[in-house]
């Protein structure tokens, strides 16, 4: 028994003494049940929209004249819509292109969010003062409403949704970056680097952002959260995707005016909307336990 | 010999809430090739700022006057791109928080690799190899593997080993060391001092040290200059300062640095504590702490005079002339 134990603590702490900080986040979310669950799922919805194409019964864009708008069945386990298509494959390709639109917004939102509130907040003064007031200004006009005059510009597109959701989440998302790099930046350990000579660049790249990566992995989790919404709520306005793209916004859109005569044309896209939003909210909030268990 | 380092009338000004005040006032030193140069005094009379503003390294608050000639090079009209390659290359510093000096989420090579690779033109291979005997020099075991560490596997005086092998990597002709044995166990202190000695032996290096212990100038330091309030008091010799101290303060930071050989009962402390840079009185600084206080000490502030050859001091005691009776005996 003893033996058994020593061999255990010997490995466990063989495995402490190999873990880089880098790989014990996942270690981490293993071990709580909230990560653990909301992560799971994350992976699988991400597995879905990978696959979704090849496990999807039918051709999401073909229409079934012998079956429009039909209830849930054998064959369209799902239903048909007002045109004859089959839902659940449908819902399978929007997968992707939902969670595409907001991986690629998010990503923009962080690669310039980042840069700017991270420089901002390293130059300071007259600088900082400037950028910050410019983001305060755009941050007064709700996301939604500056993403809508952003493709209002560039015409509605799932691309230019896509980029209108980007920029629009950019000041939030640099304010919140700022903070976090203010502290780093009045650290012992940038004034030792500068001592040596380490230029402005190398110390926003190599101390900045990597003690920020905490902060950066939970805020850009929860705006992709966001932009899952916004890439539907433009949809179901008509400015995002176009017809017959199957979005999960654009979707609702078309089953709102059948809601008593067939419920299912909006109702699974809704269903899908919510899980998967609310998926990626809980694992941000995991990822915030997990980074800060304080707050 | 010549001078590394020649610093006159250095003054650096905060402002804080529209006032300005000034932190160190009329700063003047000059530090000779391979000289060790102490300057010590009480918490808060500016050392660490004196010691950012040679390395220019202040905030945007601070506002730096004066003259700083580093080997004749007017550090204060460097551009800051001139600046990045003047430290770590010509000047470098060692801090005082061991512990927080170095980033927790780099490895202690990536760190230390910067300057090399920055200053010298290395590339990684080179480099490692450099850090790896960098660090072996100052006297870290393993440094193969500590070379892959982060730093929250070492220890205090271990971080304070690797902090000076980062500041003497491109071997600087002048180092700074601002109080660098404060935040250690006292063993390890006497390391560390110890090895900071072998690097100036070894490589001739220029060293300005910053403390608040009169012990570690007594064992470091060839030159002191005691700081109070912002400005130079006294400023001699070590052997000098220690067995003929001048200035009322010196003597009374003298009395109260504990004494190894003899068994004191209970160690003198100054009256008082050191005024904020808010609070200068308008006379001597140290005039309302000290017990020769004379009329004249609280209403002007005397000037640093040499008082005899080897030694120059800025107390009323020693400006002929005024000699009158105490006020606060
Ligand atoms: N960035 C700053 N802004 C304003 N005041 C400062 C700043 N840094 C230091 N000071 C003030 O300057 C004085 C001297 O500080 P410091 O040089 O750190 O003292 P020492 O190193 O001698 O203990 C203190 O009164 C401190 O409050
Ligand atoms: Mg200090």
New interface residues.
Partial sequence: MSEINKAVTVRSMWRKERQ??RFELLGKIMQRKKAKYSFLMMLGIIVIGIIGPWIAPHDPTKTYYEAFMQGPSKQFWLGTDAIGRDILSRLLYGTRVTLTAAVMASAMTFVVGTLIGVTSAYI??FFDNLIMRIMDVLLALPGIVLALAIVAALGPSQENAMIAIGIASIPGFSILVRGAALSIKE???V?????????NW?III??LI??I?NVLIVYTTMFIGGAILSTSALGFIGLGAQPPTPEWGTMLNEGKDYLREAWWLATFPGIAITVVVFTVYMLGDALRDIFDPKA | MTHVLEVSGLTTTFTKNEKAFKVVDDLSLYVRKGEALGIVGESGCGKSVASLSL?R?L??NGKTEGSILLNGQKILSCSEHE???????EM??I?Q?PM???????TIG??MS??LE??EGMKRAQSKEKVIELLTQVGIARANEIYHE?PHRLSGGMRQRV?IA??I??NPKLLIADEPTTALDVTIQAQILQLIQNVRTERGTSLIMITHDLGVVAETCDRVMVMYAGQVIESADVRTLLRNPKHPYTIGLIQSTPHRSKGQKRLYSIAGSVPTPEEYPQGCRFAPRCDKAMPVCLEQNPQLLAVDQASDCRCWLYQEHTKGTAVNA
């Avoid at chain 2, 600046?83 to 770590?88: H, K, L, S, T, V």
């Avoid at chain 2, 927080?100 to 780099?106: A, Y």
């Fill in positions: 880089l900080p300071g003064g650290s012992g350990y004034e030792a680097s500068r001592s040596i000579g380490s230029s190398w190599n101390q990597p003690n990566a | 390395m390294l905030g945007k600046m990045q390659n003047i430290r770590g290359k470098a510093m801090f928080e927080t000096s170095l980033n927790p989420v780099l990536r760190q910067e300057g920055k200053h982060y902090m980062m500041a990597a491109c």
